[in-house]
């Protein structure tokens, strides 16, 4: 009779756990996962009542719960993430991808966004073409010193 393989563990085989920096980075992680979802939410100029209210009939999640979740006082369920991606119109990658200190946008920025949200694609289009214009237009540099004088211009005042 052959001798069936097991994965046990022997006696003295050290089970892996947790430590106190793993602990301090998942809670970082959870905290950052919060402030994602609250920040998307604010910058598509959302409420949470309209987010419980897009989510609840298919995950249930109420307006207290979404608040919940955005101050770090519940866990979000994967299901839950994936609706909530769906309706902020992004990846769940998104949401768990770690991220860099980078400044916050300018209000202006964020306005504009908000705006370019509600418009129909056309306009869409027409406000990326005049953004892409503005970026490739190059203004001439002015310079604040005394323009020199040309080679005809010697004697003239």
């Known amino acids: ?3 069936r393989r097991t994965n046990r563990r022997a006696p ?3 089970v892996p756990r947790a430590n106190d920096n793993d602990t301090d980075s998942i809670d970082r ?6 402030d994602r979802l609250r920040e998307t939410r604010e910058f598509l100029g959302l409420s949470q009542q309209e987010v419980a209210a897009a ?3 298919t995950v249930g999640l109420t307006r207290l719960a979404v608040s919940a979740i955005e101050t770090g006082r519940r866990r979000v369920e994967s299901v839950e993430l994936a609706a909530l991606a769906r309706v902020y119109g992004q990846p769940v990658s998104y949401f768990l991808a770690s991220r860099q200190k980078t400044r916050p946008e300018p209000e202006e920025v964020k306005f504009i966004a908000r705006a370019a949200s509600k418009m129909t694609p056309g306009d869409r289009a027409e406000l990326l073409r005049f953004a892409e214009f503005l970026e490739s237009y190059k203004a001439p540099v002015r310079s604040h010193a005394a323009p020199t004088p040309r080679a005809g211009d010697k004697g003239k005042s």
């Not at 992680?29 to 919060?34: G, P, Q, S, T």
């Open 1 to 3: 009779m052959k001798k």
């Open 12 to 14: 003295g085989d050290r």
């Open 29 to 34: 992680e959870r905290e950052a996962l919060a």
């Open 55 to 57: 989510l609840g009939p």
